[in-house]
T-cell receptor
């Protein structure tokens, strides 16, 4: 089945530790996105990548980093510089020229 | 830049009653509009979208939304809701290949 996978579903980390969230898609989509979801704030764009080896900052990129070495993969690192990292993180992808973003199941990160 | 406002953060409704979830966006230029649904602890699923053509768009599970350019609105409606419609609903507008989301509306259907 084609789709987007995110792992793990739940992640716990101690304050001050970097953590990497995985996002993989087998849809052959060109563009991939990372969003952060907090209660009552909708989804906010962290980073996006429209082609391999290229990515752009979204609205709330501070404290996050990404890479796009392969078309299928777009991992997100939450660094210790992110002041409030506890949130639900969603990855999405879209085929260039089309209009609909497809979402993964999400990773809930809790920093203790 | 575009912005999206969902006018109600929570909408409680009884089963089989009609419901309307309101969404307004900021720009009157040509836009693509979307409604997504999110069940607890899951990702978002596309419910319906407006790209062009007929201003009334429908989903397979009975929801519909009407694009109103003059009022810059894209309200979501269903004539009779079911318990299983309980979820959070997000309105979004496409801008430069990115999606701008509203804050979400939590629909709670009670028996």
């Amino acid at each position: 089945d084609g789709g987007i996978t995110q792992s793990p579903k739940y992640l716990f980390r101690k304050e001050g530790q970097n953590v990497t969230l995985s996002c993989e898609q087998n849809l052959n989509h060109d563009a991939m996105y990372w969003y952060r979801q907090d209660p009552g704030q909708g989804l906010r764009l962290i980073y996006y990548s429209q082609i391999v080896n290229d990515f752009q900052k979204g609205d709330i990129a501070e404290g996050y980093s990404v890479s796009r070495e392969k078309k299928e993969s777009f991992p997100l690192t939450v660094t210790s510089a992110q002041k409030n990292p506890t949130a639900f993180y969603l990855c999405a992808s879209i085929e260039t020229g089309l209009d609909t973003q497809y979402f993964g199941p999400g990773t809930r990160l809790t920093v203790l | 830049a575009q912005s999206v406002t969902q006018l109600d953060s929570q909408v409680p409704v009884f089963e089989e009653a009609p419901v309307e979830l309101r969404c307004n966006y900021s720009s009157s230029v040509s836009v693509y509009l979307f409604w997504y649904v999110q069940y607890p602890n899951q990702g978002l699923q596309l419910l319906l979208k407006y790209l062009s053509g007929s201003t009334l768009v429908e989903s397979i599970n009975g929801f519909e939304a009407e694009f109103n350019k003059s009022q810059t609105s894209f309200h979501l409606r269903k004539p009779s809701v079911h318990i299983s419609d309980t979820a959070e609903y997000f309105c979004a507008v496409s801008e430069g290949g990115k999606l701008i989301f509203g804050q979400g509306t939590e629909l709670s259907v009670k028996p």
